[in-house]
């Protein structure tokens, strides 16, 4: 699984990097993002629902943890 901290990054900014990373790095599979921006609760699940990607929110505290695979 790799990991994708976008930690300290404010709303817009989580989501443009990871579709970034995501452009950049197309064969990874299982990914676990790391964020603190309370409105990544509410746009990365709308995001990987769109993408067809399925998806866990495997922690809130000390940060947003969310297990995604493609």
Do not use: Q, T, W
Request: charged share 25%; hydrophobic share 45%.
């Amino acid at each position: 699984m790799h990991k994708v901290n976008l930690i300290g990054l404010k709303c817009p900014m989580p989501l443009i990097k990871f579709k970034k990373f995501l452009a950049e790095n197309p064969d990874l599979l299982d990914l676990e993002v790391h964020v603190d921006d309370p409105g990544a609760i509410k746009d990365f699940p709308v995001f990987c629902k769109r993408l067809g990607f399925s998806f866990e929110v495997a922690a809130i505290e000390p940060h947003i943890i969310i297990k995604i695979n493609k």
